[in-house]
């Protein structure tokens, strides 16, 4: 197992997520206790020491599975990560309330490391509103050594983060985002990573293959990636592409079954960063996927919003519709656009078609809304 520093300690490079547990009877709800001590054995065994669970995970369930699994353990013999769950609005004046019952869950006196759950557009003013106490009660757990290293995790626009690490980064210890050889540049990964960088706080990474799918890629790209590393699977590439980012001091693979959870250690028992070259061959795959889901053009010149009628902001509503027609759907998109007003979201366009009138790029603005609205339902 490649382990890495973090403040002294050693990480396994790999750490097993646990949102996609076995289940019994393909039931979410019911992760299967025992199979989930079995993969948490042999991945012990096998040198992973960082395990990442969260009170939404399995409807309620994964800590519950996960400290099962773990009870035999001496504590200090590995790392356990859980989160504050402001992902949902309902939780956020809760946050006493749900740590101690997280702690009773995972029968544990502590945390190794705890985040403010899925920073996003949906709840950042929630997390920077004192009146709610989210911080100050997480910075006085991590006093009293109830919670060893304070992160948080995020699914949100650069802007958003840029408010968070603004407000909370000098305190924040590492921060976890969705990174993977996709949306190292569909959703602007590289440049999330820099900016964490820059402001020395470590990357975790999630969706290293974005829920499965760069683990199953269709016949063409498996065929070019075949070319370059004959023995290699698409997963493997996918987390030899994070080995390549020197950043990186944890991916965290949510491994349902025994076959992935072998997989991937194997994968990190040697770091075989990619080449230039190799990196080339995905960045041109990529480019072929975006250009094959039929994204739109737009380069937010931002030249339509000034000849909307209706005020909306064009521009990150196409990158959202760009995100929700490229992954097929998703949470991502419905996420963000909760934040937006009413009469800021696509079913406040009227088709004027004013907009068109003045893009650059020629995009059917108003036809694109209208599919927006039907995909989203």
């Not at 309330?97 to 995972?106: D, M, R, V, Y």
């Not at 293959?209 to 269709?218: E, H, I, T, W």
Request: proline share 5%; hydrophobic share 35%; net charge negative.
């Amino acid at each position: 197992m490649i382990y890495n520093d973090f403040q002294g300690e050693k990480l396994s490079a790999l750490g097993l997520g646990c949102m996609r547990l076995p289940t019994v009877d393909g039931d979410d709800s019911r992760p299967d206790f025992k199979m989930t001590s079995e993969m948490v054995d042999y991945a012990i065994s096998h040198g992973i020491n960082y395990f990442d669970t969260a009170w939404g995970y399995h409807a309620g369930n994964s800590e519950l599975a996960v400290a099962n699994a773990l009870k035999n353990y001496p504590r200090e013999s590995y790392k356990l990560a859980d989160k504050f769950p402001g992902y949902d609005l309902a939780n956020i004046p809760k946050v006493k309330e749900i740590f101690e019952k997280q702690l009773e869950k995972c029968g544990t006196e502590y945390f190794d490391f705890y985040l403010f759950h899925n920073v996003c557009e949906m709840n950042i003013d929630q997390y920077l509103d004192p009146k709610y106490g989210i911080f100050d009660y997480l910075i006085e757990q991590k006093k009293n050594g109830r919670i060893r290293h304070l992160g948080f995790s995020a699914h949100g626009a650069m802007p958003v983060l840029k408010r968070f690490v603004k407000a909370y980064g000098e305190h924040m210890e590492f921060g976890q985002l969705q990174v993977n050889w996709v949306d190292w540049r569909f959703q602007g990964a590289r440049e999330k990573v820099k900016y964490y960088t820059e402001h020395n706080i470590p990357v975790w990474v999630m969706e290293p293959v974005r829920g499965g799918k760069l683990a199953n890629l269709s016949d063409k790209y498996t065929t070019i990636l075949k070319k370059l590393r004959p023995e290699a699977t698409p997963a493997e590439w996918a987390f030899r592409f994070l080995q390549t980012q020197p950043e990186i001091k944890v991916t965290l693979s949510g491994m349902s079954n025994f076959e992935q959870l072998k997989e991937n250690i194997k994968i990190y028992e040697e770091a075989k960063p990619l080449s230039d070259m190799e990196l080339a061959a995905l960045d041109g795959i990529v480019s072929e996927m975006i250009e094959g889901s039929l994204t739109v053009p737009c380069t937010a010149c931002r030249y339509c919003t000034t000849h909307c009628p209706q005020g909306l902001p064009i521009p990150d509503l196409l990158e959202l519709y760009n995100e929700h027609k490229f992954s097929g759907g998703g949470f991502i998109a419905p996420m963000a656009l909760s934040s937006f007003a009413e009469d800021k979201k696509p079913t406040a366009c009227i088709g004027c078609r004013s907009c068109e009138a003045v893009c650059p790029q020629q995009i059917k603005i108003s036809e694109t809304m209208a599919d927006f609205v039907k995909m989203l339902g």
